[in-house]
């Protein structure tokens, strides 16, 4: 499964991934991505306006991102306020927001799968579990 | 008496909540644990890495923190435990 970098012809939106979005989410137009090179993609990111993430849009990220889920934030805002802390320190220190509860391997692929949010729904500490969290628990399984 | 090792993160919660159980379990038996802080100091991170072997099959094939390890013996236990749990993880180890 080898993602590539896929451009919108109409609104230069980038899609890395294996096969491009049938419709452009953006300009919602059909058919509308071509295959670029990676370098081509990072020159058009690099390219538009800074869009630095505060760790207050970061909450409000995550929150958006667990609202439709089955799953919400640590309602307990003093573990919220240390995990969002080192997530951000993470950032700072090693390039991307890796979770402050487990420890980059050094190979890039593995240490993808610590980028918070992580795919937690799959984890043991998660799956099947009635209040289950993801590992550092930031997110937990919403109660039925 | 086995050498034992806490490996731990600063921004954990979980490992926040263990420092005060090993703290009492230090207090009340002759354990003893070497505490590695390991986002913030790299000879640290890569220790742990060095017991990735044993570290990974125990914590779903990752390294995480907090982690007790024994490091003679290669057992380790990762994860927010109890104190008795703890306790009973750190009595076996000798």
Redesign the interface.
């Known amino acids: 499964m080898t993602k590539r970098y896929w451009r919108c012809y109409v609104c230069n939106d980038i899609h890395y991934g294996v096969a491009p979005p049938e419709i452009c989410p953006t300009c919602k137009v059909r058919q509308a991505y071509v295959e670029i090179t990676s370098e081509e993609a990072r020159k058009i990111l690099a390219g538009g306006p800074e869009k630095a993430l505060t760790p207050e849009g970061f909450r409000a990220a995550i929150e958006a991102f667990a609202g439709p889920n089955e799953f919400r934030v640590q309602p307990d805002k003093?573990?919220v306020d240390?995990?969002v802390?080192?997530?951000f320190?993470?950032e700072k220190?090693?390039g991307l927001k890796y979770c402050?509860?487990?420890?980059?391997?050094?190979d890039w692929d593995e240490d993808l799968?610590?980028v918070c949010p992580c795919n937690f729904p799959a984890?043991?500490?998660y799956r099947g579990l009635p209040g289950g969290e993801c590992?550092?628990?930031l997110f937990v399984k919403k109660s039925d | 008496m086995a050498r034992l090792l806490m490996f731990y993160g600063r921004e954990c919660p979980h490992c926040k909540k263990m420092h005060p159980l090993v703290d009492q379990l230090e207090k009340e038996t002759p354990v003893r644990f070497e505490r590695y802080e390991v986002w913030h100091d790299e000879k640290n991170a890569d220790l742990m890495r060095s017991f990735k072997d044993a570290i990974a099959p125990k914590c779903g094939q990752q390294l995480r923190v907090p982690t007790f390890l024994n490091a003679d013996a290669k057992d380790a236990m990762c994860g927010e435990v109890d104190f008795d749990k703890l306790k009973e993880w750190a009595l076996k180890q000798g």
């Open positions: 003093e573990k240390l995990l802390s080192g997530v320190e993470n220190n090693h402050p509860c487990r420890l980059r391997t050094k799968k610590l984890h043991e500490t590992w550092c628990g």
